[in-house]
T-cell receptor, first 120, second 111 residues
Framework: DTGVSQDPRHKITKRGQNVTFRCDPISEHNRLYWYRQTLGQGPEFLTY????????KSRLLSDRFSAERPKGSFSTLEIQRTEQGDSAMYLCASSLAVGSRAGDSYNEQFFGPGTRLTVL | GDSVTQMEGPVTLSEEAFLTINCTYTATGYPSLFWYVQYPGEGLQLLLKATKADDKGSNKGFEATYRKETTSFHLEKGSVQVSDSAVYFCAPYNYGQNFVFGPGTRLSVLP
């Protein structure tokens, strides 16, 4: 396995359009996380899945954002009616963990290279 | 909630210079502490971690000691290389919560 992959690496869109990003985690990992990183800032947690269940969502995740992980493998993050403030790097990470909460046990999160979104 | 204060960058050093990147945190309870590194064009990678007071995490010549009394986890390296140029993130991790990443410190090492 070559690690966490994300597609596309770059996306430029016009305000008001919908965009969808994909993340493929390390195959045996059961947890998948989405983060957003703006210029000069550290990653901010958006949401995470354990297998196909979305267990936690940050208040940063507005109604225009939706994430899915239908078969417990890859995940998609969709942003509807994009706004210029959505411009950021969207990072995906995966880990192998036990427990049902993000903090039940720490296992290293492996990050993908990110998808850079620019909303014009 | 938890928060992290990191040394403002960019930090520019000559090769073989000594590096310190300061990190202090505010957290409830007794967090584990992490440093992640992000090389240009790549995702974040775990650099080192420490899970209890006075523990020293180390990797690739980098070290950081968990100082509970000062709530700090400063990153150090005795002799930096050009290949160490990257952005470094300090992150406390508290049981039952998510990672809180600092703003990152960009390091540039000149040959």
């Amino acid at each position: 396995d070559t690690g966490v992959s994300q597609d596309p690496r770059h996306k430029i869109t016009k305000r008001g359009q919908n965009v969808t990003f994909r993340c493929d985690p390390i195959s045996e990992h059961n947890r998948l996380y989405w983060y957003r990183q703006t210029l000069g800032q550290g990653p901010e947690f958006l949401t995470y899945f354990q297998n196909e269940a979305q267990l936690e969502k940050s208040r940063l995740l507005s109604d225009r954002f939706s994430a899915e992980r239908p078969k417990g493998s890859f995940s998609t993050l969709e942003i509807q009616r994009t706004e210029q403030g959505d411009s950021a790097m969207y990072l995906c990470a995966s880990s192998l963990a036990v427990g049902s909460r993000a903090g039940d046990s720490y296992n290293e999160q492996f990050f993908g290279p990110g998808t850079r979104l620019t909303v014009l | 909630g938890d928060s992290v204060t990191q040394m403002e960058g960019p930090v520019t050093l000559s090769e073989e210079a000594f590096l310190t990147i300061n990190c202090t945190y505010t957290a409830t309870g007794y967090p584990s502490l992490f440093w992640y590194v992000q090389y240009p064009g790549e995702g974040l990678q775990l650099l080192l971690k420490a899970t209890k007071a006075d523990d020293k995490g180390s990797n690739k010549g980098f070290e950081a000691t968990y100082r509970k009394e000062t709530t700090s986890f400063h990153l150090e390296k005795g002799s930096v290389q050009v290949s160490d140029s990257a952005v470094y993130f300090c992150a406390p991790y508290n049981y039952g919560q998510n990672f809180v990443f600092g703003p990152g410190t960009r390091l540039s090492v000149l040959p």
